[in-house]
């Protein structure tokens, strides 16, 4: 009896090797626990968090008033944000209730608001700069770097107003392509630049491709769980759930941009790299 378990032991290792040891070179391979460990020093979650407040805080004001001024007419910044979120229906008619802010809004802005509210979006535009900074390594960047930043801005403010136009401009499959396309083209350039070229144009491709297909997701998770949610919300809590809802989301849309570039950098280092250099 005594041996019976040292020999039972045995047997379980002896069957549970051959299992064992591909997983365990998979497991390297991957480097998955890598990618955990580099998430948990960025504080991923604690910085997806501070995207969400810097964005609604100081990025929203100044998307208002551009959308205010959009010659076109096509809803204003509520329409940005129900794109954004994939919503519809209901749920959307209550976000732009809630949203749409007064048809003067241009007229009441003076320019030294429109100024302040510039510097707000430059400082959204540096934080963005700081967690690519810190995922990539880099050392922060002089302040005479903030051209770049509002640079950054200007341009993402025009890839959120293409984004609302192809709305209505493609439909189905074309505007899926259109929108995956231009979005890849944004975040490959928008690291590049905010980086200063530190970063070859080559390693900032994988996170590009990675937070697209991060963002698809959270539109298609958005759909199913913010559409019902925003209603409830809107009965429950009134304007109060709305933001909590946009301030949830908001949260995973700072989780995907950041995610998407540490895997990118992950990507290069434990896949893309060492092939290279074989």
Not at 93 to 114: C, E, F, H
Request: net charge positive.
């Amino acid at each position: 009896m005594s041996g019976t378990g040292p020999q039972w032991r045995s047997r379980l290792a002896h069957a549970v090797r051959p299992v064992r040891e591909p997983l365990l070179r998979t497991w390297h391979w991957l480097g998955a626990y890598a990618l955990i460990r580099r998430g948990r020093d960025l504080e991923l979650m604690h910085r997806s968090m501070g995207f969400a407040t810097l964005s609604l805080v100081t990025l929203a004001p100044l998307l208002i008033v551009v959308a205010a001024a959009d010659p076109l007419g096509r809803g204003g910044f509520a329409a940005w944000l129900v794109d954004g979120m994939g919503l519809s229906g209901r749920s959307a008619r209550v976000l732009t209730d809630i949203i749409t802010p007064p048809v003067k809004v241009i007229g009441t802005t003076s320019v030294w608001g429109g100024i302040l509210l510039a510097v707000f979006g430059v400082s959204f535009a540096g934080s963005v700069q700081n967690g690519y900074e810190r995922i990539w390594g880099l050392p922060p960047g002089p302040w005479h770097r903030v051209w770049r930043q509002a640079t950054w801005l200007a341009v993402m403010t025009a890839y959120l107003y293409q984004e609302v136009q192809n709305r209505y401009q493609f439909q189905g499959i074309e505007r899926i392509v259109v929108s995956a396309a231009s979005g890849a083209l944004f975040f490959w350039w928008g690291q590049h630049f905010l980086l200063g070229g530190q970063i070859h144009w080559r390693s900032l491709l994988p996170g590009a491709l990675a937070t697209m297909v991060g963002l698809g997701g959270l539109r298609v998770f958005s759909y199913l769980a913010f559409t019902p949610l925003i209603v409830d919300n809107a009965v429950s809590y009134g304007t109060v759930g709305i933001v909590l809802v946009v301030e949830s989301w908001l949260t995973g849309v700072g989780f995907v941009v950041y995610g998407g570039a540490m895997f990118g950098r992950w990507f290069c280092e434990h896949h893309w790299w060492p092939r290279a250099r074989s």
